[in-house]
């Protein structure tokens, strides 16, 4: 994806912000990339590697769950932003895909404060839906090559899918992915609060 950004004649910045026990420092961020292989993606791909923790407070006028979140400020300097999920299955929403990949926007252990400031599925997915309105991703490319099922977000099977699945529409991505492991897309927390919306049939 770095390779595309710099044939398009931008520059590619890699961010990430890990979670949620994790303090969102350079440290930090260092260990998580080095272990996840995004030095030497960034490295190939003539990537920069984000290291600014600054935080900073995102409006979000149309937001249901809330009007307003903190956010890593990478964020709002980019010029667009393409959003890079694993396909995965998680405890609490059922799966995390292209719509919950954004929580990642949040600064560290700020996501343990909002797991606690909405407490039910359906607030929590309120909230993701508010930050995927606010970002809005020019481009979504889902890594489905192997995926994880079981007690997700991160203790869970490997399961080979062999995929790899890209859309403009995150919404859409998901209702994709959702169907192709077999879950009822309708049913899936995030997707269901992006149906209230008015973003998806589903």
Sequence with gaps: VAKWVRQAGATPIIADSPGPGNIFDARVLRQVYQVT????AA??????????????????????ASDA??????????DAIISLPKLKTHDLVQFTGAIENLFG?????????????????????????????????ILTVMDAVVGMEG?????????????????????ALDVVATAIVGLDSATVPPIA??????????
């Design 37 to 40: 292989g995004m030095i030497t």
């Design 43 to 64: 490295e190939e791909g003539g990537a920069v590697l984000n290291y600014d923790v600054r935080t900073t407070t995102v409006r979000c006028p149309q937001g249901r």
């Design 69 to 78: 979140y903190h956010a890593a400020r990478v964020m709002l300097q980019a």
């Design 151 to 171: 007690d997700g977000p991160s203790a869970g099977d490997p399961r080979h899918i062999g995929l790899l699945l890209v859309s403009k529409d995150a919404v």
């Design 105 to 137: 926007t949040v600064p560290g252990a700020v996501k343990a404060r909002y797991h606690a400031q909405f407490p039910s599925v359906d607030r929590f997915s309120a909230m993701l839906i508010d930050i995927l309105t606010c970002y809005q991703p």
């Design 193 to 202: 609060a992006a149906v209230r919306r008015g973003l998806t049939t589903g």
